[in-house]
Nanobody
Framework: QVQLVESGGGLVQAGGSLRLSCAAS????????MGWYRQGPGKQRDLVAL???????NYADSVKGRFTISRDGAKNTVYLQMNSLKPEDTAVYYC?????????WGKGTLVTVSS
């Protein structure tokens, strides 16, 4: 079992920045991929960024150059640094971890970007 807890969401003006955190606990040694997904109002949940256990990263085209995913192994935490935020980035952001082919999700944190 893996538990994921997100934090760091909030209200920010367009052009601003936020950093999301995802703290992992439980059987974290078996996690091989962690990522951030988001679900905007009336939309499906989409991948934002992911990072593998080897440190490889992948980003959605819409956030490339603005968002950065990183991890701190000592703290068992994955971060999403979001810069140059746009109103269309408004969504609930979910942390995801994949362990032995099973997807684990956090409860989400709301990011609201005002114009």
């Amino acid at each position: 079992q893996v538990q994921l807890v997100e934090s760091g969401g909030g209200l920010v003006q367009a052009g601003g920045s936020l950093r999301l955190s995802c703290a992992a606990s439980g059987s974290i040694g078996s996690i091989n991929v962690m990522g951030w997904y988001r679900q905007g109002p009336g939309k499906q949940r989409d991948l934002v960024a992911l990072i593998t256990s080897g440190g490889s990263t992948n980003y959605a085209d819409s956030v490339k150059g603005r968002f950065t995913i990183s991890r701190d192994g000592a703290k068992n935490t994955v971060y999403l640094q979001m810069n140059s935020l746009k109103p269309e980035d408004t969504a609930v952001y979910y942390c995801n971890g994949v362990s032995w082919g099973i997807n684990y999700w956090g409860k989400g944190t709301l990011v609201t970007v005002s114009s």
